[in-house]
Each structure stands twice: as structure tokens, then as C-alpha cells.
């Protein structure tokens, strides 16, 4: 495959996550940019073992903690504003409409654990298939399914233990 053509077919999935987990569409276009200069360079490096999806992605990931270390910002992946999670049967996107809510489940995700958290914006913010997720992690599809699901369930428990002790 020519790097035009990989370009063309994944810019869209590296701009849109980027821009998820920064919240900044100005920092998104850098970021994927730098990503596909970055992946252009070590294309050769790319042995096929994962999707090239996944592979972009991670790229994209690192570049965009690099970014984060450089900026000297206290802000986080998991500190960023979450937004258009797309998953219209799972609860926890349901519950993303307004700040406060979204506040509610940054602040939940902050103290989830790894791999629960990295899974969870993987397919979230990522967009990424169970498959492209276990091969990141050389796991199984399963595994990766099995683990956002717990993730979404403690995500659940949080918020809805949040939500009693507000009520008291």
C-alpha cells in the first residue's frame, strides 16, 4: 500500500481520536500531522503484526504524550473533555450530554486502573474494534471485549455511587 493511499484512508480515525482526547481541534491537526510524518519515516519498521489502523493509532497516542510533556500541561488524557462517545446501547455514553455529567465520568476514568481506562478509550475515543484493540495489547479479541465491558460497569458503579451520595 503507498503512504498516500494509507494516509487517505486513516487520517479521518488518527484526526478524530486525537481531537477527542485533546478537546482542540488546532492540537489535533498538529498531532496528526506529526503522527503521519512520524509513520511515514518508520513505515519500513511496520511489520504487519497489527493492523495498520492500530499501528497509526498508537503512533498517534505517543505523539500526542510527547506533545503533553513538551506543552509542560498538567492536563491528562483522562483529564481532557470527553465528547460524542458513540455507542448508542451502552449506558455510560448515554450519559454524556451535559458538562457536569462529563466532569462526573473524567473524574471516574482518572481512578480507573490499566488497563480498564486505556481499553475504554481505545474503543471509545479510538474508535477501535475489539480485534484492533487486543492486538495492541497482544490479546485476544475477547480479552479486549471482556475489558471495556468491565470498564463500562465500573464507570456505571462510580457514577451511580456518585450520584446516591449526592442524594444524602
Not at 505523539?63 to 455510560?92: G, N, W
Not at 473524574?107 to 486505556?118: A, F, G, Q, R, S
Not at 474503543?123 to 497482544?138: C, D, H, M, N, P
Amino acid at each position: 500500500m503507498e503512504f498516500e493511499q494509507i494516509y487517505s484512508t486513516y487520517f479521518k480515525s488518527v484526526y478524530r481520536y486525537i481531537w477527542k482526547l485533546s478537546g482542540d481541534e488546532h492540537v489535533a491537526e498538529e498531532i496528526t500531522s506529526e503522527t503521519f510524518l512520524k509513520a511515514m519515516k518508520s513505515i519500513g519498521d511496520f511489520r504487519g503484526q497489527c493492523d495498520m489502523r492500530v499501528w497509526i493509532c498508537q503512533i498517534a497516542k505517543n505523539t500526542y504524550y510527547s506533545y503533553l510533556k513538551k506543552s509542560h500541561r498538567t492536563v491528562s488524557v483522562d483529564e481532557t473533555e470527553l465528547q460524542c462517545i458513540s455507542d448508542p446501547d451502552a449506558f455510560v455514553e448515554e450519559q454524556i450530554g451535559t458538562q457536569d455529567e462529563a466532569r462526573q465520568i473524567r473524574k471516574v476514568l482518572h481512578t480507573m486502573p490499566d488497563p480498564y481506562k486505556e481499553v475504554f478509550m481505545w474503543r471509545v475515543f479510538g474508535e477501535l474494534s475489539f480485534k484492533e484493540i487486543g492486538a495492541l495489547y497482544s490479546k485476544t479479541d475477547n480479552w479486549a471485549c471482556v475489558t471495556y465491558h468491565r470498564a463500562r460497569k465500573m464507570i456505571q458503579d462510580r457514577l451511580e455511587e456518585s450520584n446516591d451520595e449526592k442524594r444524602v
